[in-house]
């Protein structure tokens, strides 16, 4: 006689339970996975402006000064009329780019057709890992394509399209700061810090001749002048500084210009308007209840 025996096989719910516990893992996993590639990204801008800290003070060391925020001819209105390379440009042999530095005409502007190989290449050093920006782009108002880059120098306090070559920061038009001009102490102060593309767009190249820097949203103010593709405004038109520390991609950053010391006290101040404002925090009403309370059951002295 012959058995049949019954085949094995999982039922409908089985099934739907073995996908459900697959679905749950990967909802866990996945925020997990973010977590660690953020922190890589954020370990990975620490050490790009590490890296350009370290270049600058080289540069320091050589010259005797810091590299201008850009250097260019200024006309009777006070405009720019080139070249335009700016500071990063200036530190590159400094960062392990020197073949790069070799081929670019610093006497040319940036917009020059002698230029155009070198003004176009995209430097990782350069670039923030979280932000999104574009290898390059087409400067506004120029015909000039030029690399995109997120780090920009401190220009100070003012807007830098009012007078560009009158920055009370470390980097303006053909600026010549030393350390020993950094009267609050360089540990205090800053100057380069990340600017997101989503903010408006910059270069590693320096100031294009003729060009703006018009913001990706819209702004009030309206674009800023080519300087702004260095030199980032201690009040940019969107928010700069401040958006730099709220929302940049890291969110980090490292030595800019001598106004950086109203940084902290800012924070400072927008955290204790935070904890007073939010339910219960210090300062609140339900905060002032719960002391009376406490005080009422002689828990708590005035």
């Not at 096989?9 to 973010?34: K, N, S």
């Amino acid at each position: 006689m012959r058995v049949i025996s019954p085949r094995r096989a999982f039922t409908l719910i089985e099934l739907l339970v073995v996908i459900a516990i697959i679905a749950v893992l990967i909802g866990l996993l996945v925020p997990a996975v973010q977590k660690v590639r953020e922190a890589a990204a954020r370990t990975q801008c620490r050490n790009n402006l590490k890296q350009i800290g370290l270049a600058l003070h080289n540069y320091h060391d050589r010259n005797k000064r810091l590299p201008p925020g850009y250097v260019s001819a200024v006309a009777a209105d006070n405009s720019d009329l080139g070249p335009g390379w700016g500071w990063a440009a200036q530190i590159l042999p400094d960062l392990e780019q020197a073949p790069l530095f070799r081929q670019i005409n610093f006497t040319a502007d940036i917009g020059a057709t002698v230029n155009a190989a070198p003004r176009v290449v995209s430097l990782p050093i350069f670039l923030c890992p979280s932000d999104n920006g574009p290898p390059t782009f087409t400067a506004s108002g120029t015909n000039a394509t030029i690399a995109f880059g997120n780090y920009v120098g401190m220009f100070g306090t003012d807007e830098i399209t009012d007078d560009p070559g009158a920055g009370n920061g470390i980097f303006y038009r053909n600026s010549k700061v030393r350390l020993t001009d950094i009267t609050d102490g360089t540990s205090n102060t800053l100057m380069v810090g990340e600017r997101s593309s989503n903010l408006a767009l910059s270069s590693w190249t320096g100031a294009v001749t003729g060009a703006q820097v018009p913001p990706i949203k819209v702004s009030p103010l309206g674009p800023e002048g080519a300087g702004g593709f260095v030199p980032g405004p201690h009040r940019s038109r969107q928010r700069g500084a401040h958006a730099q520390q709220q929302r940049e991609p890291c969110g980090r950053l490292f030595q800019q210009a001598r106004p950086g010391r109203q940084f902290p006290v800012r924070r400072r101040q927008r955290a204790q308007h935070q904890q007073r404002h939010q339910p219960g925090g210090l300062g609140s009403a339900r905060h002032a209840q719960r002391r009376r309370a406490l005080w009422g059951r002689g828990l708590l002295s005035r």
